[in-house]
């Protein structure tokens, strides 16, 4: 064989091999899903929902409202038709959508429509907010939710809207080192946030309706 012939054989394999990694990349991408959903306060549905196995990101932010580019202030203020929210990045071949919203139902008090917990007012309110594809699997687990807990769940089933991430400081604030001034006292976010969650009653609460159905309430 010639050396012309080598140097093709040896090209052939390499155009070949990029091919195969070009390939991969849209493939990997394709395979990953999200799934937005508001559940009070977005620290703590971002913090429970990092924790599940399939699970690869969750982001605090704004949906459901029409103030494009909305700050915490904005939404919390009020007016601005935003729900605080988390989008959930997920790998479909290891969680499904269905399961997640499972979790989302028994991670929250999906009877009470005017905020969760000690959190009040529209912005801190439950709902899902889904896709074409993922509003079937929604009603589904929303039946499900209703029919384990005996109570009519007033969580709506929402077409999907733009996702706002919050502002960075906000992002993974169960894991922060910062030190924050609370009414606690000074603490670092994590330490302030375990604090501001135990006060506010959220997993109080969420044993109290799903008993040893809720999934993040230690």
């Known amino acids: 064989m010639s050396v012309i012939e080598n140097l093709k054989i040896i090209s052939l394999a390499g155009l070949i091999a990029i091919g195969l990694i070009v390939q991969s990349v849209p493939a990997h991408a394709a395979g990953v899903?999200?799934?937005?959903?508001?559940?009070?306060c977005f620290w703590c549905v971002e913090a429970d929902f990092e924790k599940v196995k399939g699970v690869t990101g969750a982001v605090s932010g704004f949906a459901g409202g029409k103030t494009e580019n909305p700050t915490y202030k904005d939404v919390t203020s009020g007016g601005t038709g935003h729900?605080?929210?988390?989008q959930i990045t997920f790998d479909p071949s290891v969680v499904s959508a269905g399961t997640?919203?499972?979790?989302?139902?028994?991670?929250?008090d999906p009877t009470d429509a005017g905020g969760q917990f000690c959190d009040r007012g529209s912005s801190y309110r439950t709902?899902?907010?889904?896709?074409?594809?993922q509003k079937a699997v929604a009603d589904q687990a929303k039946s499900r939710a209703q029919k384990d807990l005996g109570q009519k769940i007033v969580t709506p089933i929402l077409s999907a809207?733009?996702?706002?991430?919050?502002?960075?400081?906000?992002?993974?604030?169960?894991?922060?080192k910062k030190l924050v001034v609370t009414r606690f006292g000074p603490k670092s976010q994590a330490n302030a946030y375990k604090a501001y969650r135990k006060a506010c009653g959220r997993d109080a609460r969420v044993k109290q309706l799903w008993r040893s159905a809720a999934p993040f309430a230690g």
């Open 33 to 40: 899903e999200t799934l937005t959903v508001a559940g009070g």
């Open 83 to 86: 729900y605080e929210a988390v």
């Open 100 to 108: 997640l919203l499972d979790l989302f139902f028994r991670s929250v």
């Open 127 to 133: 709902a899902i907010f889904a896709t074409g594809s």
């Open 161 to 176: 809207t733009k996702f706002y991430p919050a502002e960075a400081y906000h992002q993974d604030y169960a894991k922060g």
